[in-house]
């Protein structure tokens, strides 16, 4: 299978879940030893980032700063549902990371974690990982 979905249950209104593991799981699944993995998601107030995995207060600080520099109330805010941060949040961020293959194995860095990041929440949601497969190398 080289299209995996991941089921993704977010537990906070905001939050970054590590889904390295899962992805990890879904490039062994496929057999693929060279090419690329796409994670992407298919929500509008959600996104997809790479960031570090080792010390949880980074993402705790960067959920705090984006909570800062995009307020979840604004007085010119007109979108009825009343999540137009979560909206930007999640262009900020975007909703698909691309991640190399080589040798079976995705190349993260050592502190590098891919994050489903929930920004109007708690909901499940889903992420999508398509694999491409490269071929053997030349
Ligand atoms: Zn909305």
């Given at each position: 299978m080289l299209t995996h979905e991941i089921e993704v249950k977010t537990l906070r209104h905001d939050m970054m879940l590590d889904i390295t593991a899962d992805v990890v799981r879904a490039v062994a699944a496929s057999g693929v030893t060279h090419g690329a993995a796409i994670v992407y998601c298919p929500h509008t107030t959600g996104a997809i980032t790479i960031n570090?995995?080792?010390?949880p207060d980074v993402t705790n600080d960067m959920l705090q700063q984006l909570g800062k520099m995009v307020?979840?109330?604004?007085?010119?805010y007109a979108h009825d549902e009343g999540n137009s941060a979560a909206h930007v949040k999640s262009s900020m961020f975007g909703c698909s990371e691309t991640i190399p293959i080589v040798d079976g194995k995705l190349?993260?860095?050592?502190?590098q974690g891919i994050y489903f990041c929930?920004?109007?929440?708690?909901r499940p949601r889903r992420a999508i990982v398509q694999i491409l497969d490269g071929g053997q190398p030349a």
């Amino acid at each position: 299978m080289l299209t995996h979905e991941i089921e993704v249950k977010t537990l906070r209104h905001d939050m970054m879940l590590d889904i390295t593991a899962d992805v990890v799981r879904a490039v062994a699944a496929s057999g693929v030893t060279h090419g690329a993995a796409i994670v992407y998601c298919p929500h509008t107030t959600g996104a997809i980032t790479i960031n570090e995995n080792a010390d949880p207060d980074v993402t705790n600080d960067m959920l705090q700063q984006l909570g800062k520099m995009v307020p979840w109330n604004q007085p010119f805010y007109a979108h009825d549902e009343g999540n137009s941060a979560a909206h930007v949040k999640s262009s900020m961020f975007g909703c698909s990371e691309t991640i190399p293959i080589v040798d079976g194995k995705l190349l993260l860095g050592t502190w590098q974690g891919i994050y489903f990041c929930e920004f109007d929440g708690p909901r499940p949601r889903r992420a999508i990982v398509q694999i491409l497969d490269g071929g053997q190398p030349a």
